[in-house]
């Protein structure tokens, strides 16, 4: 049976994890995926930027997910929404710090099967990836804010990143919500 360890722990997650067949696990060492779950965001610190105005982090939280990130850096890991910009960064990207139309239901592309569908989400940051990646998932660009650095590499992304992989680091970074 395949193993999950959930990332700080998500009783949804863990759900989903139980109903698709996984057997969920209390320690990463077991695990053959670390998920990594939502909530705050991720602290701009970690990428080089400046904190903007709507950007809300835990500092804690960041500090203890990036040892197990590093930890475990051979192990698959996947994250959904906060957790997956956590991956996104922890990979070499960077977030846009807010944006506009990611509230609920909204129309994203899977890439892989040309496939249109509506993804559910509730977040205000948007990925930026940068490095090697697999572009899987985009979405109809959105009004987005910008703190600094960032507008850099908004040349390079006509539409907004909703699913990316980053075969290094064994991540696939997932905003909207599957639970």
């Not at 994250?79 to 990207?93: A, D, E, K, P, Y």
Request: aromatic share 12%; glycine share 8%; net charge negative.
């Amino acid at each position: 049976m395949k193993k999950v360890f959930v990332v700080g722990g998500d009783s949804l997650i863990e759900r989903m994890f139980n109903e698709e067949g996984w057997d969920v696990v209390d320690t990463p060492e077991e695990a053959d995926l670390l998920q990594f779950t939502g909530g705050e965001d991720v602290n701009p610190a970690l990428y080089g930027d400046d904190v903007h105005k709507t950007t809300y982090y835990n500092s804690r939280r960041d500090v203890k997910e990036a040892q197990i990130f590093n930890e475990y850096i051979d192990k698959y890991k996947a994250g959904i929404c906060r957790g997956g910009q956590f991956l996104n960064v922890m990979s070499g990207g960077m977030m846009w710090q807010d944006v506009d139309g990611h509230l609920g239901g909204h129309i994203a592309t899977d890439l892989v099967n040309n496939l249109d569908m509506v993804v559910t989400s509730t977040h205000h940051q948007m990925m930026l990836p940068r490095g090697n990646f697999q572009l899987f998932m985009v979405a109809e660009k959105s009004k987005r804010k910008a703190t600094g650095k960032e507008e850099i590499y908004a040349p390079f992304f006509s539409k907004d990143v909703e699913s990316v992989y980053y075969p290094e680091t064994k991540s696939l970074c997932f905003q909207p919500h599957p639970e």
